[in-house]
């Protein structure tokens, strides 16, 4: 796959939708006046509808629609749970979060911890922020950048640098307005690219394959399992890590998470901003089951089309030229013969006395596949050039360029760059404002005219999106990259989320003590994620803890603490400073 996968009307159509969207965010912020509140907050006029938009498209970065699939395609329908505890996040954020913000007239959430406990803390809060968001807006630009060196068959560190610099360029020019206005072009650009995708799915289907015939074929590989209510701490996805630890989760990134708090924040009204979260919060599952659903069809398109062994291709053009080609070579022929089997079961549907042949044949090609990616390991040991065994990224994206007729492949990889674009200029748009406000313009540069700190946000946009550019450059696929941004959030939103628990409801509690449960938190998650989840998983061993239930621990874990300290403090007639 390469520079020729692509003809003329795919290339049309690609950089048509790209222009545009640059071009409308431009266009459409050209006259808007140099203040902060501008610049920053997107002059608040801003409706309900787009705030909506625009909050999805945030959190709906390219990896949604990469990684999503190609979770469903392996793993089935069960991530979905990872999101029921959005629209209880919701409702808190609207009748807790959105009011105080209103109430202060903030610029970014952390102001709101100056008032209510000091500087110190809000500082704390703005850094934990930065770091976790630096990283997580390198890898948004990672995703599509790997998916489209792969397709288009470019070089991936200019890949990173083309699609930094375009986000990088509306971004600047018009500050949060640019990225508002181009959420709802990019929002209905990835809704038309999906709805597309998923008809010509059905449409490539044998004859007689029904969407109901999909269904049950595809639940007979064990893929249709939504719910899953086993209260068992090493399972990522159950009902209870969706609505405990997704709920701190949703809650921790839409009310605290500048990137997320800047969208609602240039709202019209505290209505207008109310409005735009709940219908966030009522599109949001739905649409994340559809994008999994997507993924499960694509797993039915090849029970009965050839599928490679890993869909990597980079894996694959590295087995070639290795010693261990013949034992690759050997497995393949193993993986065609069952999917063979498999095409001549399932051609009338699934019948009940050929189930347990499905699942058994099923079982045979998870065992071929892991003997594959141990091979690709052993591989990549001997070669200088990194080579990833995990291909749940390159499925969709597989799928796509060989099966989907021209124009319609342009249209959908411009689903990616606009998912990648939109996600990335949010959290660009929220570092630059956060650095601006919560540390320049407080710590650094206080008291300059408005027209100076809208300078200082345009600089800081750019050297952020460069930054970004830097870490994606650097990036490497981990076991999934839509499961490295949930990782990176996990780690530090659950601290994050406690403090501002901390300011809303426990009065008593004052900064000093806040602050030290902070930094003591921090580091005890960190330590909790390296040694008890990430070490045993590179050990093959079972971790102690799903990342997932780090967001409720590192809020329990800080308001504890910080409780414990101010009580100290009372008990001992120390003093503990608001």
């Known amino acids: 796959m390469g520079v020729n996968t692509l003809n003329w009307l795919d290339w049309l159509v690609l950089s048509v939708t790209i222009f545009f969207i640059v071009a409308y965010g431009v266009y459409k912020t050209r006259k808007m006046d140099t203040g902060v509140k501008d610049y920053i907050k997107g002059g608040n006029d801003t409706k309900w509808w787009t705030i909506g938009l625009s909050v999805m498209a945030t959190q709906a970065s390219a990896i949604t629609f990469l990684s999503t699939p190609g979770q469903a395609f392996h793993s089935g329908m069960g991530f979905v749970q990872f999101y029921f505890g959005l629209p209880i996040a919701m409702i808190i954020i609207c009748l807790v979060f959105i009011p105080i913000y209103y109430k202060l007239n903030v610029y970014t959430a952390y102001e709101y911890l100056e008032s209510r406990f000091d500087l110190k803390t809000r500082s704390l809060a703005a850094f934990l922020f930065l770091i976790q968001r630096g990283l997580a807006a390198g890898i948004t630009i990672y995703a599509p950048a790997i998916i489209l060196s792969y397709v288009l068959g470019w070089d991936l560190i200019t890949l990173n640098i083309i699609i930094g610099l375009l986000v990088i360029f509306y971004t600047v020019s018009g500050g949060t307005k640019a990225v508002n206005v181009t959420q709802k072009q990019q929002m209905i650009i990835i809704f038309s690219g999906m709805i597309t995708a998923f008809y010509l799915i059905m449409h490539y289907m044998p004859d007689g394959i029904t969407f109901k015939k999909a269904l049950e074929i595809a639940g007979a590989s064990d893929k249709m399992k939504v719910i899953d209510f086993s209260f068992d701490l090493n399972n ?293 994620y390296y040694f008890g989840i990430y070490r045993l998983e590179q050990m093959g061993e079972q971790p102690i803890i799903s990342y997932l239930w780090l967001n409720l621990v590192g809020s329990v874990m800080v308001m504890a603490i910080a409780i414990i300290l101010q009580t100290f403090y009372k008990l001992t007639g120390g003093k503990s400073t608001s």
């Open 236 to 528: 990522k996805y159950t009902v209870w890590t969706g609505f405990l630890g997704g709920t701190f989760l949703m809650l921790s990134y839409f009310g605290t998470d500048q990137s997320q708090v800047q969208r609602y924040l240039s709202g019209k009204s505290l209505r207008e901003s109310q409005l735009g979260l709940l219908f966030n919060g009522l599109l949001k599952v739905p649409m994340q089951f559809f994008i999994l659903l997507t993924g499960v069809m694509v797993f039915v398109f090849y029970q009965f089309n050839a599928s490679p062994l890993n869909f990597n291709p980079k894996a694959n053009e590295a087995i070639i030229s290795s010693i261990y080609y013949e034992d690759y070579k050997e497995l393949e022929t193993q993986h065609l013969a069952i999917e063979a089997q498999k095409k001549t079961l399932l051609l009338d549907g699934v019948q009940d006395h050929e189930r347990a042949m499905i699942v058994e044949l099923n079982e045979k090609d998870k065992a071929l596949k892991v003997k594959a990616k141990q091979i690709i390991e052993k591989v990549d040991e001997s070669s200088v050039e990194k080579i990833q065994a995990n291909d749940k990224d390159y499925v969709f994206i597989h799928f796509i360029v060989n099966n989907l007729p021209r124009g319609i492949v342009g249209l959908l990889l411009a689903v990616i760059l606009a998912a990648a674009m939109s996600s990335t200029a949010s959290e660009l748009n929220a570092l630059a404002s956060t650095t601006t406000i919560d540390v320049y313009k407080r710590n650094i540069a206080q008291g300059r005219e408005e027209e100076h700190y809208v300078k200082a946000s345009k600089w800081l946009t750019l050297g952020w999106g460069l930054l970004a550019i830097v870490i994606a450059c650097v990036a490497d696929l981990f076991d999934n990259l839509i499961q490295l941004v949930n990782i990176i959030g996990s780690i530090f939103y659950g601290n994050v989320l406690g403090i501002f628990l901390l300011a809303f409801f426990i009065k008593f509690v004052k900064g000093n003590a806040v602050f030290i449960a902070g930094v003591v938190t921090q580091i005890l998650i960190i330590l909790i």
